[in-house]
T-cell receptor
Framework: NAGVTQTPKFRILKIGQSMTLQCAQD?????MYWYRQDPGMGLKLIYY???????DKGEVPNGYNVSRSTTEDFPLRLELAAPSQTSVYFC?????????????FGPGTRLTVL | DAKTTQPTSMDCAEGRAANLPCNHS???????VYWYRQIHSQGPQYIIHGLKNNETNEMASLIITEDRKSSTLILPHATLRDTAVYYC????????FGKGTRLHILP
C-alpha cells in the first residue's frame, strides 16, 4: 500500500495562475480531506468528502474547489492564486464510522505564490 | 474553532514520562478524543483515541476524566524522537485542529 500520495511536492506559482494539487489513496477509504498549514500554525480544514460525488466546505474554503469523482482521488483546485495561499497543503483519508475516524495523512505539497 | 485547548509548549527530560493535558469542556456524549502528532514538517500521525475509558497502545496512554471535560496523553518514556507538536482533537466528520502543544524532549 502506498497510503496517501500527493503531487507535486513543491510548486511556485505566480499571482493569478491556477493549478491542481493531486491526492490519491489506495486504502479504499470513504472520507478524504484537504488541509492547509501556514508557518507556525495548526492545520485548517479546506474541504472534505464523505464519499464519491459528495463534498463539503471546511473552515477556509474560499479560493479553492474540489471534486470527488472516484473513491481514490480528491484533487484540490486553486483558481487565481494569491500570496495568501502560500502554505503547506496536506491531504488525508480515513475509513470513518460513527465511532472511528483515524486519519492518514500524505507528505504534503509546499506551495509558494509570488 | 477548535473545541480543545492545550498549552502552547512543554518540556520533558529524556526517559521521563511526558504528560500532555487537553481541555475539551464542550465535548458531546458521542464525540471521541483523538491525539495526533506532527514531527517537523511531516503530515500528522495518529497516536490514540478514546471515548470515556482509559486507553493504551504501543505508543501512548490516554486518560480521560470521568466528566470527559479533559484528558491527558502520556508518553511513558520520552525519547528525543518524540519531539513534535501534539494535537488533541474532538472528533466529528470535520476534524478541527487547534495549535497543539510543542513538546521539547531535553537530553
Amino acid at each position: 500500500n502506498a497510503g496517501v500520495t500527493q503531487t507535486p511536492k513543491f510548486r511556485i506559482l505566480k499571482i493569478g495562475q491556477s493549478m491542481t494539487l493531486q491526492c490519491a489513496q489506495d486504502m479504499n477509504h470513504n472520507y478524504m480531506y484537504w488541509y492547509r498549514q501556514d508557518p507556525g500554525m495548526g492545520l485548517k480544514l479546506i474541504y472534505y468528502s464523505v464519499g464519491a460525488g459528495i463534498t463539503d466546505k471546511g473552515e477556509v474554503p474560499n479560493g479553492y474547489n474540489v471534486s470527488r469523482s472516484t473513491t481514490e482521488d480528491f484533487p484540490l483546485r486553486l483558481e487565481l492564486a494569491a500570496p495568501s495561499q502560500t502554505s503547506v497543503y496536506f491531504c488525508a483519508s480515513s475509513y470513518a464510522s460513527s465511532e472511528y475516524n483515524e486519519q492518514f495523512f500524505g507528505p504534503g505539497t509546499r506551495l509558494t505564490v509570488l | 474553532d477548535a473545541k480543545t485547548t492545550q498549552p502552547t509548549s512543554m518540556d520533558c527530560a529524556e526517559g521521563r514520562a511526558a504528560n500532555l493535558p487537553c481541555n475539551h469542556s464542550t465535548i458531546s456524549g458521542n464525540e471521541y478524543v483523538y491525539w495526533y502528532r506532527q514531527i517537523h514538517s511531516q503530515g500528522p500521525q495518529y497516536i490514540i483515541h478514546g471515548l470515556k475509558n482509559n486507553e493504551t497502545n504501543e505508543m501512548a496512554s490516554l486518560i480521560i476524566t470521568e466528566d470527559r471535560k479533559s484528558s491527558t496523553l502520556i508518553l511513558p518514556h520520552a525519547t528525543l524522537r518524540d519531539t513534535a507538536v501534539y494535537y488533541c482533537i474532538v472528533s466529528g466528520v470535520e476534524i478541527i485542529f487547534g495549535k497543539g502543544t510543542r513538546l521539547h524532549i531535553l537530553p
